[in-house]
């Protein structure tokens, strides 16, 4: 079982390999290729940093317990209809997010967010609109 935080949900989405530092990719490739293989994998939604915030990179200010961070990932986990403390397989969280959620949805909801301006994360909401699941990571 793998805990996540709510924009991380958002995040696996419109993941293309990209990331803050190579440790941080290979992990984020991992739990992606797995949700990927086996959509019955389960979630537990936590509040604050989760399996992927323990390989951000120590750079100075920790991002994962920023307030902006936070408050994103309560607008994402009340837009897609789910809490914190649920536990989930992947296809369920996939199913909240195809009722609940359209691409420009993103606009708003990750506002802020340096990684919006690659228009990924519209594409993977698409994505799950039209049952095609997480795409590969090339």
Request: hydrophobic share 30%; charged share 25%; proline share 3%.
């Amino acid at each position: 079982m793998y805990k996540l935080r709510g924009h991380h949900l958002f995040c696996l989405l419109g993941y293309r390999g990209m990331g803050y530092s190579e440790e941080y990719v290979e992990n984020m490739t991992r739990l992606h290729q797995t949700l990927r293989q086996n959509p019955k994998t389960l979630i537990q939604l936590v509040n604050g940093p989760d399996q992927l915030c323990e390989k951000y990179p120590n750079t100075g200010e920790y991002h994962c317990q920023d307030n902006n961070i936070y408050e994103r990932d309560a607008v994402i986990l009340e837009k897609i209809g789910l809490k914190i403390g649920q536990i989930l397989h992947w296809e369920d969280i996939e199913f909240h997010i195809r009722k609940n959620v359209v691409p420009t949805d993103i606009q708003t909801v990750c506002e802020t967010c340096s990684w919006r301006s690659y228009g990924v994360c519209e594409e993977g909401v698409q994505d799950i609109l039209d049952w095609k699941g997480l795409r590969a990571v090339k």
